[in-house]
T-cell receptor
């Protein structure tokens, strides 16, 4: 158990509304990631963080923003949700196995945008 | 952009059969990982391979990293129904900071 909690686990919202997903870790890991998972695409990186207030974009960052004001929390915000952002969102932290590391994932947040 | 392809996309076999799934790329990765994901859960790491030509075994699962560190295979011997799931490969960049995932192979092992 890597101590990762995602909230909410399920959310239904309407197009144009803001949405924030939260990822909380209890083990003080430096690297945190937000991925989205869609059929046929596997996991695609949205944003990642390498420390407090240090974040960078992934391959599918358009329409998303992130914040990391504390080591333990990494927030993903959809400023104005669109139907194309309907997906399952996974937060991950990188373990400390040298340079290779390994990713520990949360249980996912299923978002439906109507 | 580094891309990973996986084949086959879907695989349905009978319990006791052997199978191999593949992960291929035109890019070189510093390491490659295999994850298994069950419905409603996040992926869980099975193995990390680092050295070209490396072979790792995990009970009935055998993982191989290509000599050029661009591809990998996962072989399952005598599949069991508990092996059912989505198998994802992921390549790490040179710094081990970012991971690119393949689209996955969805395996169904029937009793």
């Amino acid at each position: 158990d890597a101590g990762i909690t995602q909230s909410p686990r399920h959310k239904v919202t309407e197009t144009g509304t803001p949405v924030t997903l939260r990822c909380h870790q209890t083990e003080n890991h430096r690297y945190m990631y937000w991925y989205r998972q869609d059929p046929g695409h596997g996991l695609r990186l949205i944003h990642y963080s390498y420390g407090v207030k240090d974040t960078d974009k992934g391959e599918v960052s358009d329409g998303y923003s992130v914040s990391r004001s504390k080591t333990e929390d990494f927030l993903l915000t959809l400023e104005s949700a669109t139907s194309s952002q309907t997906s399952v969102y996974f937060c991950a932290i990188k373990g400390l196995a040298g340079n290779t590391g390994e990713l520990f994932f949360g249980e996912g947040s299923r978002l439906t945008v109507l | 952009t580094q891309l990973l392809e996986q084949s086959p996309q879907f695989l349905s076999i009978q319990e006791g059969e052997n199978l191999t799934v593949y992960c291929n790329s035109s890019s070189v990765f510093s390491s490659l990982q295999w994850y298994r994901q069950e419905p409603g859960e996040g992926p869980v790491l099975l193995v990390t391979v680092v050295t070209g030509g490396e072979v790792k075994k995990l009970k009935r699962l055998t993982f191989q990293f290509g000599d050029a560190r661009k591809d990998s295979s996962l072989h399952i011997t005598a599949a069991q129904t508990g092996d059912t799931g989505l198998y994802l490969c992921a390549g790490a960049d040179n710094y081990g900071q970012n991971f690119v995932f393949g689209p996955g192979t969805r395996l169904s092992v029937l009793p």
